[in-house]
């Protein structure tokens, strides 16, 4: 099996190849950049007029096929920087690139392979000839020059390429089920949430079935946070901008802010991006003495991040969310035995969920660029000593990210896998020693001396709009039962059974089950048929016989009949999976 650089420099090789085979068919095409990406490649293109289409790409795949057979290497090309100026003359974008290099002075560098030549950094393999074949072009989308939407929407052609023909038919089996479980998809079956551009792109409407996932989860949340020690609080979605220049987020942050509203007196206000000030202003609503802490707040608290439009995506990147949130506030002594537990808290949660894959990013200062972090060495070195003292007690894979630190310290990110293999970044994790300072938090310690707490900040269960969309996607829509929107379905095979369905219906409903009652006047098999399309977990068929015996046929979303059974006793049975969050 290839390795990830030779993975990457295939793809990257390929996206070169994409370039040749669009200019090709396309003269007036200017492409702009190339990178690979995790499972493929992208290259953007500026189009102009020219509208491409998915129909488009076998003919570009065709041309790609037929080039390669030239391409014998990748030659590195020694041009002046002012043949290369010229050369790019006609591409604005190469252009703006060749000047920003120059400016920092780094090298600038062509590569040609047959007869395309492309600015680029290198990072190719030897042979492409050879090596690139088994590839595919999978679809085209809009995107902004560099990701802003000040600039041009450009088009972007994302294809994928493996080492060999075996592997790419599984990547596109996998795909296939992928698209058959996206969140998007399902929650519109499902009926679970929609997104209006009456309200705005990236919020979250829930409809009422999806609200009763987020509401098990939330109560779930609740019940578990109690039990390990946590207290809830409640906090406003906006604040005035005061607040987030103490936590320094402004002005660094103001980017990903919706813009401030003005108040009476021509104070700013801001929709909140994150929780923590506010659960601050908290703990600063009074003394606090040694013997109150660790002190763990915690809320579902709802945050909105101007997210730029091209980022959005469905529920897993929005503009608004719920966060499971919360707040640890305690003494340095007890900092590492407090992140421990917030790390078995996770592995609790992942468990009940049958999240199996899982592990840890611990996100480091990148050491070359310290103008984007707080400056105080020792509070650095402090912090992720303390994390990494606290992940070497747990049993979690870590890996390590340079650069990706946030402003105020190092953190520590679960990654969790859904049952297809896709991973999501889903909770961030911190010790933190620096907020506490710039709020001036205070408790008064044994001696009566005034001391700052550590703040732990943590969210197992990341945003509703996220971990919703990522268990939709695990399950493919199949919820346990104790998630599941409607757990059973009754279905009278005629309407001569209609009153005994609707009294079994009702007992199900004083016992705290959630069903429905199919009363339309339609074939069995076709209300069979749709409640399994709505993947409710179990439908009770009720006939004559049934009605006579007084009992309930019972049949999974999957189709196997588990026979026939008095009502009391089914009602025991699901109860009992209900309760124990059964799987
Ligand atoms: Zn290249
Ligand atoms: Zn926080």
Request: glycine share 8%.
């Amino acid at each position: 099996m290839a390795t990830k650089n030779n993975l990457d420099n295939l793809r990257h090789s390929t996206s070169h190849l994409l370039a040749a085979a669009v200019t090709s068919l396309w003269p007036n095409a200017k492409p702009t950049l190339g990178p690979p990406i995790e499972n493929g490649f992208y290259y953007d293109f500026d189009f102009a007029d020219t509208k491409i289409s998915e129909e488009d790409l076998v003919k570009i795949e065709e041309k790609m096929h037929q080039l390669v057979k030239d391409w014998k290497e990748f030659r590195r090309f020694h041009e002046s920087i002012h043949a290369i100026k010229e050369r790019f003359k006609d591409n604005q974008y190469k252009l703006e690139l060749i000047r920003e290099f120059e400016k920092d002075n780094q090298d600038i560098t062509v590569y040609q392979s047959g007869n395309f030549i492309d600015l680029c950094r290198g990072g190719h393999i030897d042979n492409p000839a050879k090596e690139i074949k088994y590839f595919k072009l999978l679809s085209v989308a809009g995107a902004y020059w560099r990701g802003s939407e000040k600039n041009t929407m450009l088009t972007r052609i994302y294809g994928t390429i493996f080492a060999t023909q075996k592997e790419l038919d599984k990547y596109l089996a996998d795909l296939e089920e992928a698209k058959k479980r996206d969140h998007r998809k399902i929650g519109k079956e499902l009926e679970l949430f929609t997104i209006s551009e009456e309200v705005g792109p990236g919020l979250v409407l829930w409809l009422p079935k999806g609200n009763i996932i987020k509401e098990e989860i939330e109560k779930w949340a609740k019940e578990t946070e109690e039990a390990w020690g946590y207290q809830r609080v409640t906090t406003p979605n906006i604040t005035k901008s005061g607040l987030y220049f103490t936590s320094g987020h402004l002005p660094y942050y103001k980017d990903d802010m919706y813009p401030p509203m003005k108040g009476e007196g021509g104070e700013e206000y801001y929709l909140k991006p994150m929780n923590c000030p506010h659960h601050h202003m908290i703990y600063k609503s009074k003394v606090r003495s040694y013997k109150e802490l660790p002190l763990r707040l915690a809320e579902y608290g709802t945050c909105y991040r101007y997210e730029a439009s091209g980022e959005l995506f469905g529920m897993m990147r929005v503009r608004g969310f719920s966060q499971n949130d919360s707040h640890i506030y305690c003494t340095p002594e007890q900092a590492v035995g407090e992140f421990v537990n917030v790390m078995r808290l996770h592995e609790y949660y992942y468990k009940t969920l049958g999240i199996t894959e899982y592990h840890l990013v611990l996100s480091l200062r990148d050491p070359t660029n310290k103008k984007k972090y707080h400056g105080d060495e020792d509070m650095w070195k402090l912090a992720e000593g303390l994390m990494r003292e606290a992940a070497g007690k747990v049993d979690i894979k870590m890996v390590e990210d340079i650069g990706s630190a946030a402003f105020y310290g190092p953190k520590i990110d679960f990654v969790i896998r859904s049952s297809i293999g896709r991973e999501f970044g889903i909770s961030t994790n911190q010790i933190d020693l620096f907020m506490g300072k710039r709020f001036n938090l205070k408790y008064v310690d044994k001696s009566g001396k005034e001391e700052t707490p550590v703040i732990i900040h943590r969210a197992p269960l990341g945003s509703h709009e996220r971990f919703i969309a990522f268990l939709i996607e695990h399950w493919g829509g199949n919820f346990p039962v104790w998630l599941s929107p409607v757990q059973v379905k009754v279905l009278p095979i005629t309407d001569k059974n209609l009153s005994y369905a609707k009294s079994v219906w009702e007992k199900l409903k004083e016992n705290g089950i959630r069903a429905e009652l199919d009363e339309r006047n339609e074939r069995l098999q076709a209300k069979i048929r749709d409640a399994q399309i709505q993947k409710i977990p179990y439908m009770l068929i009720l006939g004559d016989k049934e009605e006579k015996e007084k009992t309930v046929s019972v049949r999974g979303r999957s189709g196997k009949d588990s026979g026939a059974l008095s009502i009391d006793k089914f009602i025991g049975n699901i109860r009992k999976e209900i309760e124990t969050k059964s799987l």
